[in-house]
């Protein structure tokens, strides 16, 4: 996995960055007519002030390899919580009463990347005028696989069912969540999880149900999670 590459590299960094402070290039003693000299060279690092440099190396290497992904805060440029952009046109959804006047949809041209998937098709969702959930197919259905994998390298291992025809992945405030039906292309879905459970509350249900099914943790449905 490309987690375990990760920390194979980090670890090569480590090994490599310190046998750098015993290359050649340390000066040398030779005898001469007052005794013993030093030849030329560069001036010899005190053994504390060395340590030192060597564990702020090992501390900043570690720190790389293990800083936490950055939290998905929207999608296609367009946050959480944004207004409804002007190039979207609306969608006729049908909507139960109880959000009739709230929750609104709209199409938006062209294509969007995340995640290095091309997206296509892309609908947006607006709960009281504010961005909260977006939905598209894969432009590429062969992209699925490589994108589960790239979704799971970076945020961790998805929550599956279905035979893990469905999975989710939590990203901080954001889920996606990737379908792939044996009939009709692969869907993405990115959502804020703070704004569906709104939605779901508004609609006269638990915020918990804006959630699918897939059980309390990674794995834990009716397959293994995504690899």
């Not at 199409?107 to 969702?125: C, P």
Request: with cysteine.
């Amino acid at each position: 996995m490309l987690w375990e590459k990760m920390s194979v590299n980090c670890a090569i960094l480590l090994r490599f960055d310190a046998t750098g402070l015993d290359k050649p290039g340390s000066p040398e003693t030779v005898p001469g007519p007052r005794g013993t000299q030093r030849t030329t060279g560069p001036a010899r690092i005190p053994p504390s002030r060395a340590g030192r440099l060597f564990a702020a190396l090992v501390l900043a290497t570690l720190a790389a390899c293990s800083r936490a992904p950055e939290p998905v805060t929207g999608f296609g440029g367009l946050a959480f919580g944004a207004p409804r952009p002007a190039d979207c046109a609306a969608l006729a959804v049908p909507l139960p009463q109880s959000l009739a006047g709230s929750l609104a949809y709209c199409a938006k041209d062209g294509g969007v990347a995340f995640a290095g998937a091309t997206l296509a098709d892309v609908s947006l969702g607006f709960f009281e005028g504010r961005f909260f959930a977006a939905s598209a197919v894969l432009a590429d259905p062969g992209q699925a696989d490589a994108l589960a994998k790239r979704l799971t390298a970076t945020h961790g291992r998805p929550y599956c069912r279905d035979r893990d025809a469905v999975c989710l992945w939590r990203m901080g405030d954001a889920d996606a969540v990737l379908e792939t039906p044996q009939a009709g292309p692969p869907r993405l879905l990115v959502r804020s999880r703070s704004l569906a459970g709104q939605v779901a509350k508004a609609g006269g249900e638990p915020a918990e149900a804006a959630m699918p099914a897939l059980g309390d943790a990674p794995g834990a449905g009716d397959a293994t999670p995504a690899q």
